[in-house]
């Protein structure tokens, strides 16, 4: 097998699974279809083009920095100003870091990172208004999705690497499983369709387990001489 993978960073995020109405939440990972969405953009498929080879990839998510949840209140108006729409909130996840591994056929996942390099249509973390910043593919991978992600680096930002003192990370791991798999949950985020008149999703098994890995900004505290307790006593005089 072979994963190709994937860096999600950026000011904002949001990764809807149960929006409803003026309420658009956003999940703390990456949801499968978000991540379906954002390849088929790169292929220059529109909504309404079959999505059938890529929603049997595999996917994988590791938290490299989980951000904090944002709450953005809108209000809107027609333009002539006599109507007024919906008050809605929305939600983000601001200054978070994902690493996304996706578990396929190398010759689909091959042509999937071409695309990536060179986009057909703008590509966003979740929603229209969450660009990606930063390299965004990071090659292909001998292995699952699961391997690939428990031997890929810590990719936080610069400044949490840099600020962490400790010699390894303990992570959050959530990747797709059977359904039958030990602890699995259940999620409804597997695309279907995203044609907007008949837009729809399954169910998916996952599974969420810590992983450790290095810490690459960790140096070895230097040597210091071993005490003397005499040294505490006060000159005689």
Request: proline share 8%; net charge positive; hydrophobic share 40%.
């Amino acid at each position: 097998m072979t994963a190709l993978l994937l860096r999600f960073a950026g000011p904002l995020q949001s990764w809807g699974t149960a929006s409803r109405f003026s309420r658009r939440e956003t999940g703390r990972v990456p949801s499968k279809s978000g991540v379906i969405g954002l390849l088929a953009a790169a292929d220059g498929r529109r909504r309404v083009d079959s999505i059938a080879d890529l929603v049997d990839l595999r996917v994988g998510v590791r938290v490299e920095q989980p951000g904090r949840i944002e709450r953005d209140f809108q209000t809107a108006r027609s333009r002539d100003g006599s109507e007024s729409m919906p008050l809605s909130y929305r939600f983000y996840l601001s200054d978070a870091v994902f690493l996304v591994a996706v578990e396929g056929e190398e010759s689909l996942l091959t042509g999937l990172r071409d695309a990536l390099r060179r986009p057909a249509f703008p590509l966003a973390l979740g929603r229209r208004s969450c660009p990606p910043v930063g390299k965004l593919e990071h090659g292909l991978h001998p292995g699952t999705a699961e391997q690939v992600l428990t031997e890929a680096p810590w990719m936080a930002s610069k400044r949490t690497v840099a600020g962490t003192r400790t010699r390894s990370v303990t992570l959050d791991l959530v990747v797709d499983c059977a359904p039958d798999a030990v602890g699995a949950d259940l999620v409804r985020d597997q695309p279907v369709t995203f044609d907007p008149a008949n837009r729809s999703y399954a169910w998916r098994s996952v599974v969420r387990r810590p992983v450790t890995v290095p810490n690459p900004s960790w140096t070895t505290p230097p040597a210091q001489a071993a005490h003397d307790p005499m040294d505490l006593l006060e000159p005689q005089r």
